[in-house]
């Protein structure tokens, strides 16, 4: 006989319908603000996000791209903090490769930047293999090559010529200091709209900002800040650099882990598809004791006794799912997972509970299942904080794999479409990675496949953030904590799905505009 029989089904996303609450005059769709933690804090309730500690990780949008190989590169965590949400780079590769990717996400800061430097002497030569290598080509020159070096000129790919000049040095080529535009740091005071009024007055691309005895101190670009004045909603840290998670496996996460932190890595995400585990409680307690300033999401789990185990060992945020994802084949092939709004629901219980006792909030991210939009907004109600996806990043031209063109023949026509290729971190592709995330065994538990190709991430994101926007103000909810407060739903019937849908007319979706994206 088994422990313990649950006879109510478990349910989905698409079983649940919100009921509306009262549209009020002062919410409005620009309004909504979707600020959400993904740290723990102390507190006897949750918090709106006014009230948030100053410690905890606080999202500017609610969705997480999946530690995937093919979703979440650097390309994506950056196109990804540009919109408010957090991409998380996959631990399937080497530690330097993955360490590589945060450190392009750190990098490419928004505002401004500590570029790198050379000294005067530094050949033409020297600095052009480096740029082939960062693909970058503006470097500030300091008179003894560090970057808090006296600033004495400036050198760009347009200052010299690969074919003659290769024997100069950088201060043979270099725009002197006289030529250069160039700020106080005490002027600008890190107002980026204010350097950016500089740059637009001077014709120049970049400017270097100086201490008031000449030393360097970051630089400014303008592609930089334009896309930052675009993006109110970026998720910087407090140096205006792009924020990133970082995904770790349970076996190498000693010599994982330092490099990441090293890397820049703003939060670690522990990647497994059975988190309630010995290896799991293992690898918190060492980044407890050895990396006690870095967040730490643990999962995933799918019942409160997993919830507790990873709580009571340091996780700072609970990650839920097993099974729900497009490309996974966990619950068919071992039948064993929950299914995700269950899991949601139960988990948002304990954390509930958990809340009561002990006097600390722990969000939990709903991982796996987003199929389209209105999931995020259901699950949200349900009691996550945020949502994380794979399938639904994969679409874009930021994740890793590249667009391909699928033929095939439909109904005896050819038929050709843009995909782009997705697979799961347990499938056979995947685990040509020597640390097998599913692994102690060579079962897969994943498959590969592909997803319409959907453009660019920053073309479709403005669309899909007015979407929760917009589901949230006509629910009368003016951001995620008043969505958990308030929002009631109710189970949805097979026959009010279809109900819910165009019905009992012909051509909806052939001649009409019919689509719910
Ligand atoms: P999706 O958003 O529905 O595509 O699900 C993505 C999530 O599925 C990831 O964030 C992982 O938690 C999970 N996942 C990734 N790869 C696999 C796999 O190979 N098998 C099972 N689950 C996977």
Redesign the pocket.
Known sequence: MAKQIIWEPGTTFKDWLLLPGRIRREVTVDSVDLRTPITSYFSKEELTPDQLPEDVFVMNMPMLS???QS?TGSDMAIELAKTGGLGVIFCSQPIDEEARMVADVKKYKAGFVTPDVFSPQTTIAEIAAHTRKKGYSTFPITDDGKPDGVLIGLLTGKDYSETRHMHLTAADRMKQLGELVASYEDEIGGDLAKANEILEDSHHGSMPIVSRDGRLKAMVFKRDIQHHLQNPLELVDSEKRYRVGAAINTHDYAERVPELVAAGADIIFI?S?QGFSDYQEGALRFLKETFSNIPVVGG?IVTEEGFDSLVNNGAHCI?I?M????????REKYRMGRAQATAVIKLNERRQQYLKEKGVYVPIIA?????TNDDVWVALALGADAV?????F?RFDESPPKRTELRAVRDGMPYTADVKP??????ER?QKWREK??GQSNE????EGAVPYAGHLNESMPRIINSIRTAMQKGGFRNIYELHANAVLERESESSRTEGRPHDISGSGVWSNYSVW
């Open positions: 999946a530690p995937m979703v990647d598809s995933n990650k799912g099974g729900p994802g497009s490309i996974c084949t966990t991982d796996g299942g987003i199929v994380m996806a794979g399938r639904f994969a997705y697979w799961g971190e347990g499938s995947a995330r599913y897969t538990e994943g498959v």
